[in-house]
């Protein structure tokens, strides 16, 4: 850090509860969000109380530095961005309650899905659901206004509003509700002031009604002054934290509807499908979205469902909702609009229609996935969201668009369109590449060629999304006489241009393609040998061009566009029980624990904004250390961003600068100490359960003291293969497989391994253990030591590429040591081996329901009676999108197979193992314990190690390998007594 941050910390440190970060990588983390803007703030502040806040504010007043709030940073127009303090109030400004049946008080910190869910148990919604609804707070939502598909049901944020807590640009604490002009105090003074404004510009005011119906761009003093009365909070929803910054809201909620239908309707033309929706929305749709055909075969592309669900020679899609509280009304009425638009107005050729609960939700994916997956689409140019706010009259769409389509042509554009149809909501998504010079007025002359259509129009700029940085700077063009009202709403609360400058009324705005996210490099980036070999050469030609020699292959996709990949759209913050990601971010939910927090540090570093050197700092650690590589954000991201690999790629810097330290070395060399434990079994696990020895190893390895561990096994599975004889390679015919055993197998659980032998004999598969192999060594690559795990990952690699070549298949009972096989080695050697590998690696369960799905599998299976809960391990999820191991269970007769979905367990290898990480690995898993602590079962089951230690160590459950139960079914195994 430098003087003046230094500074700013220490000084805001004295008088703020919550975190103050001010420190490089901090603030690069927080100059981004899901824009294509970039601005890096003096410091971050993440407020515990709205006395924090005011402090804050004051602090900022006195020292001449801007404010801007900031939620999920998930805005698509850098609302939340700027130059001076970030107010991050999604960490802990997060609670809320019920004040009667209908109204709640909330936090802006509040995620908007959470409080949904929690909702929904009191039969109760919050009806504005924005695209981001999954991660967004409330505070964004009231600061944008937000609406979303169900506008026509629901109406926008504003329409719930019944008063505001706001912090004032003095600093002051008030609440903001509906005020006559005389009343005392603030809310008196700001509601004279706002009405003299009005009073000013009465005639104007009819340009803020006119055109949409949702107007969410400049100040709404048509809405907030009615006589003598000022509805205070009225105006500041939809200001974007210009006039004053939300911390508490009253709003009203909704009664969860009874019943609710889908029909999709499938068009031959884009304007046919927007006159469908006058249609529909005319006959009380609650949603009407249009997706044109781009979006409809990136759908078919991402889920092959949807390839049987939407035909290939559809132009356009409408997807409408209807809600009732009568069932056979619903159908009637669903019935009736797709009779009216097929057969009678002859509009659509195709319709679907679903009032099932699963069918339509799976009907709702197509929207709400669709957009974000925009960011998987691989090349220079992306979709950008520049101009993708657009609204006006319904009427007038389907000519709108057709203007538009021309103007995308004259541009010799691509682009996507996206519309909440039923109320003239338009979102246009231009494919531009960022890193091209002359895309920045490519993109300012497409702006405003198609603003000033919209204008020509009668429409607005903003319909939703707010203005920000993207759009702020055309606002004046669309008020003309009416904008001096603005500049005076914004002089009269915030007169020093404190509160989110630049925004709405910016003085003067940027231009849309000034302050663009960086996505170009701006270093020199090769391997390290390269790096070595040329180092001379290129210190003389280039002395000032820092280098970045990185440590794993980038040849398939170069670090620069893994890193481009994400856009920041946040999406990775959601706390949904039905995803995985984060499990870190679940429990600890700061922005560098965010995947995206490593995407936008590498960028960071990349695009020269921050110092190669910052690479091996402690901070860079701590944020990395957040990350135990699960991998579920690398499947789940929209994006499909390897986070995982730019992790790997971060702590690889930091720990060849820095070496690992004594703990960390330690534990990631603890196979070498194992065959000596093994061969002292009694002795070592005697020093395992000894208080006094895990002391000792707690202060010498940061081993956790209450962390239970298995015991070694006297008699290794290697040791048990050589004297089976599996360690010769098989001279007949027929399949066979070379098992790959890994750490836990051979030195803790032979018997698994031994069961893994039996099921393949069983099933006349051979089965032979290469000799000589090492484990996979992924606690050397989660720790950094990359060059550590290179040496074994070549060794490895050597023996079993070699033994695919002699026709086996490698199988192995380790998840992890799969996901090595198959991800990490690539990522650590570019060669022909390393793929040969990868192509030819299975899980165990995976490879025997293939042979089953060919009706190889043998079913043969003795009746077991018993029940079990099983959990899908996250290395499972991140190489297999099935659930195999689930799937063979079921096969055996009598067994009652539980699935177990209540996320990660929490214990990522070692990273449960340590003391520093024992609490966060339990909170983690706590939604595993307690599910397996209730279940009605004889025992749990898993593929993970590391997960069957964390559900026996939290729940008391004997937790068995699902090879174990198929290898006792099939009578190869000694009674199990968990299912005895």
């Given at each position: 850090?430098?003087?003046d941050?230094?500074?700013?910390?220490?000084?805001?440190?004295?008088?703020?509860?919550?975190d103050?970060l001010?420190?490089?990588?901090?603030r690069?983390?927080?100059a981004?969000?899901?824009?294509?803007?970039?601005?890096?703030?003096?410091?971050?502040?993440?407020p515990r109380?709205?006395r924090?806040i005011?402090?804050c504010?004051?602090?900022?007043?006195?020292?001449?530095?801007?404010?801007?709030?900031r939620g999920a940073?998930s805005g698509?127009?850098?609302?939340?961005?700027?130059r001076?303090?970030v107010l991050d109030?999604?960490?802990?400004?997060?609670?809320?309650?019920?004040l009667d049946?209908?109204?709640?008080?909330v936090?802006a910190g509040?995620?908007?899905?959470?409080?949904?869910?929690?909702l929904a148990t009191?039969?109760?919604?919050?009806?504005p659901?924005?695209?981001?609804?999954?991660?967004?707070?409330?505070g964004?939502?009231?600061?944008?206004d937000?609406s979303?598909s169900?506008?026509?049901r629901?109406?926008?944020?504003?329409d719930?509003?019944h008063s505001l807590q706001?912090v004032?640009?003095?600093g002051?604490?008030?609440e903001?509700?509906s005020h006559?002009?005389d009343?005392?105090g603030i809310?008196g003074?700001?509601a004279?002031?706002v009405?003299?404004?009005?009073?000013?510009?009465?005639?104007?005011l009819?340009?803020?009604?006119?055109?949409a119906p949702?107007n969410?761009?400049?100040?709404?003093?048509?809405?907030?002054?009615?006589?003598?009365?000022?509805n205070l909070?009225?105006l500041?929803?939809g200001?974007?934290?210009t006039?004053?910054?939300?911390?508490?809201?009253t709003?009203?909620?909704?009664?969860m509807?009874?019943?609710?239908g889908v029909?999709l309707?499938?068009?031959?033309r884009?304007e046919?499908?927007a006159?469908?929706?006058?249609?529909?929305a005319?006959?009380?749709?609650?949603?009407?979205d249009?997706m044109?055909?781009?979006?409809?075969?990136?759908?078919?592309e991402?889920?092959?469902?949807?390839?049987q669900?939407?035909?290939?020679n559809a132009?356009a899609?409408?997807?409408?909702e209807?809600q009732d509280?009568?069932l056979p009304?619903?159908?009637?009425?669903?019935?009736d609009?797709?009779?009216?638009?097929?057969r009678?107005?002859?509009?659509?050729?195709g319709?679907?229609m679903?009032?099932?609960r699963?069918?339509?939700?799976?009907?709702?994916?197509?929207?709400?996935?669709?957009i974000?997956?925009?960011?998987r689409?691989?090349?220079?140019t992306?979709p950008?969201?520049?101009i993708?706010d657009?609204?006006?009259?319904?009427a007038?769409l389907p000519?709108?668009?057709v203007?538009?389509?021309n103007?995308l042509k004259?541009?010799q554009?691509?682009?996507t369109?996206f519309?909440?149809?039923g109320?003239?909501?338009?979102?246009?998504?231009p494919f531009?590449?960022?890193?091209?010079?002359?895309?920045?007025?490519?993109?300012?002359?497409?702006a405003?060629?198609i603003f000033?259509?919209v204008?020509e129009f009668?429409?607005t700029i903003s319909?939703?999304?707010?203005?920000?940085l993207?759009?702020?700077?055309?606002?004046?063009r669309q008020y003309?006489?009416?904008?001096?009202?603005?500049i005076?709403?914004?002089?009269?609360?915030?007169?020093?241009?404190?509160?989110n400058?630049?925004k709405?009324?910016?003085?003067p705005s940027?231009?849309p393609?000034?302050?663009?996210?960086?996505?170009t490099a701006?270093?020199?980036?090769?391997?390290e040998?390269?790096?070595?070999e040329?180092?001379?050469?290129d210190?003389?030609a280039?002395p000032s061009v820092?280098?970045l020699?990185?440590?794993?292959s980038?040849?398939?996709?170069?670090?620069?566009?893994?890193t481009?990949?994400c856009n920041?759209?946040?999406?990775c913050k959601?706390?949904?029980?039905?995803?995985?990601?984060?499990?870190?971010?679940r429990?600890?939910p700061?922005?560098e624990?965010?995947?995206r927090?490593?995407?936008?540090?590498?960028r960071?570093?990349?695009?020269?904004?921050?110092?190669?050197?910052?690479?091996?700092?402690?901070e860079v650690k701590?944020?990395?250390?957040l990350?135990?590589?699960?991998?579920q954000?690398?499947?789940?991201c929209p994006?499909?961003v390897?986070?995982?690999?730019?992790v790997?790629?971060?702590?690889?810097q930091?720990?060849?600068?820095?070496g690992?330290?004594?703990?960390?070395?330690?534990?990631?060399?603890?196979?070498?100490i194992?065959?000596l434990?093994?061969?002292?079994a009694t002795?070592?696990n005697?020093?395992?359960?000894?208080?006094?020895?895990r002391?000792v190893?707690?202060?010498?390895?940061g081993?956790?003291?209450?962390?239970?561990?298995t015991?070694?096994?006297?008699?290794?599975?290697m040791?048990?293969a050589?004297?089976?004889?599996?360690t010769?390679?098989?001279?007949?015919?027929?399949p066979k497989?070379a098992?790959?055993?890994d750490y836990?197998?051979?030195?803790?659980?032979p018997?698994?391994?031994q069961?893994l032998?039996?099921?393949?004999?069983?099933?006349?598969?051979?089965?032979?253990?290469?000799?000589?192999?090492?484990?996979?060594?992924?606690?050397r690559?989660a720790a950094?030591?990359?060059?550590?795990?290179m040496?074994?990952?070549?060794?490895n690699i050597r023996?079993?590429?070699e033994?695919v070549r002699q026709?086996y298949?490698i199988?192995?009972?380790?998840?992890?040591a799969?996901?090595c096989?198959?991800q990490?080695y690539?990522?650590l050697i570019?060669?022909?081996?390393?793929?040969?590998?990868?192509?030819?690696?299975?899980?165990?369960?995976r490879y025997?329901?293939?042979m089953h799905?060919?009706?190889e599998?043998?079913?043969?299976?003795?009746?077991?009676?018993?029940?079990?809960?099983y959990?899908?391990?996250?290395?499972?999820?991140a190489i297999?999108?099935?659930k195999p191991?689930?799937?063979?269970?079921?096969?055996?007769?009598?067994?009652r197979?539980?699935s177990?979905?209540?996320g990660c367990?929490?214990?990522?290898?070692?990273?449960g193992?340590k003391?520093?990480?024992f609490?966060?690995s339990?909170?983690?898993?706590?939604?595993?314990?307690?599910?397996m602590r209730?279940a009605d079962?004889q025992?749990?089951?898993?593929?993970?190690?590391a997960?069957?230690?964390?559900i026996?160590?939290g729940?008391?459950?004997t937790?068995?390998?699902?090879?174990k139960?198929?290898?006792?079914?099939?009578?190869r195994l000694?009674a199990?007594?968990?299912?005895?």
């Open positions: 850090m430098d003087a941050s230094i500074r700013l910390q220490a000084d805001l440190r004295g008088i703020i509860e919550g103050v001010c420190g490089d990588v901090h690069q983390i927080y981004s969000d899901a824009s294509i803007y970039q601005l890096k703030p003096a410091g971050i502040v993440r109380s709205i924090d005011a402090s504010v004051q602090y900022a007043r006195e020292h001449h530095l801007s404010i801007h709030p940073g698509l127009a850098g609302e939340s961005l700027g001076g303090i109030m999604s960490r802990y400004m997060r609670r809320w309650y019920r049946d209908s109204l709640i008080r936090q509040v995620v908007l899905a959470q409080l949904n869910r929690e009191h039969g109760r919604l919050y009806g659901d924005p695209q981001a609804r999954s991660v967004t707070t409330m964004g939502v009231l600061s944008l937000a979303g169900h506008w026509l629901y109406g926008s944020a504003r719930t509003v706001v004032t640009a003095t002051e604490i008030v903001f509700a006559h002009r009343s005392e809310p003074r700001m004279k002031e009405t003299g404004i009005a009073k000013r510009h009465s005639e104007q009819g340009k803020l009604r006119d055109g949702h969410h761009g400049g100040y709404r003093l048509d809405l907030a002054v009615a006589g003598d009365q000022v909070a009225n500041l929803v200001a974007e934290g006039l004053g910054i939300i911390a508490e809201a709003v009203s909620t909704e009664p509807p009874t019943h609710r029909s309707l499938f068009f031959h884009l046919h499908a006159r469908g929706a006058l249609l529909a005319g006959r009380g749709a609650a949603a009407c249009l044109d055909r781009r979006l409809l075969e990136i759908a078919r991402t889920d092959p469902r949807f390839e669900l939407i035909p290939r132009e899609m409408l997807l409408v209807f509280d009568q009304e619903l159908r009637s009425r669903l019935r609009l797709n009779d009216c638009l097929c009678q107005e002859k509009l659509a050729f319709s679907r679903t009032v099932e699963r069918e339509r939700d799976f009907f709702w994916l197509i929207v709400r996935r669709v974000p997956r925009l960011y689409l691989r090349g220079d992306r950008l969201p520049i993708e657009i609204a006006i009259e319904p007038k000519d709108l668009m203007e538009l389509q103007i004259e541009h554009i691509t682009a369109m519309a909440h149809a109320h003239g909501h338009l979102h246009i998504r531009l590449d960022l890193a091209d010079p002359g895309s920045p007025q490519v993109l300012r002359e497409l405003e060629s000033e259509k204008l009668g429409g319909g939703e999304h707010g203005a920000g993207s759009r702020s700077w055309f606002l004046p003309g006489s009416l904008w001096p009202a603005m005076a709403v914004k002089r009269a609360f915030d007169p020093a241009g404190l509160l400058p630049g709405v009324v910016g003085l940027q231009g393609d000034e302050n663009l996210r960086n996505v701006m270093i020199q980036i090769g391997q040998a390269e790096s070595d040329e180092s001379d050469a210190s003389v280039e820092p280098r020699p990185v440590l794993q980038w040849n398939d996709e170069p670090i620069e566009m893994a481009r990949n920041g759209c946040g999406r959601t706390l949904a029980p039905s995803e995985r990601m984060c499990p870190v971010y429990v600890l700061i922005e624990a965010s995947p927090a490593k995407a936008n540090l590498l960071g570093v990349l695009a020269g904004e921050l110092s190669v050197d910052a690479l091996a700092t402690d701590q944020i990395t250390d990350c135990f590589g699960c991998h954000c690398r499947i789940e994006a499909s390897d986070i995982p690999k730019i790997n790629e971060l702590r690889g930091y720990v060849a600068t820095n690992l330290s004594v703990a960390d070395y330690l534990m990631t060399r603890i196979e070498s194992a065959p434990a093994s061969r002292v002795v070592s005697w020093v395992l359960k000894s208080p006094r020895w002391w190893l707690e202060r010498t390895m081993l956790a003291r209450g962390r239970r561990i015991p070694y096994a006297k008699l290794s599975f040791r048990w050589a004297k089976k004889r599996l010769r390679p098989l001279q007949k015919g027929g497989v098992y790959f055993v836990f197998a051979n030195w803790h659980d018997e698994l391994g069961a032998v039996e099921v393949l004999r069983h099933n006349r598969v051979g089965v032979y253990v290469p000799p000589n192999q090492y484990s996979s060594m992924m606690p690559i950094g030591d990359l060059k550590g795990a040496h074994a990952a070549t060794h023996i079993l590429a033994a026709g298949q199988v192995t009972t380790e998840p992890t799969a996901l096989l198959i990490e690539p990522n570019d060669s022909e081996d390393a793929r040969l590998v990868a192509e030819n690696t299975y899980d165990s369960c025997l329901w293939d799905l060919r009706n599998l043998s079913l043969d299976f003795r009746p077991v009676a018993a029940s079990v809960a959990h899908q391990p996250c290395h499972v999820r297999d999108s099935g191991a689930q799937q063979l269970m079921d096969l055996i007769p009598g067994l197979v539980q177990m979905e209540k367990s929490g214990m990522a290898g070692l990273y193992m003391r520093e990480n609490r966060n339990v909170r983690i898993g706590w939604n595993l314990i307690s599910g209730k079962i025992a749990a089951s898993t593929e993970c190690s997960c069957k230690n964390q026996e160590h729940s008391n459950r937790t068995l390998h699902p090879i139960v198929m290898a006792y079914a099939y009578g000694p199990l007594t968990a299912l005895s």
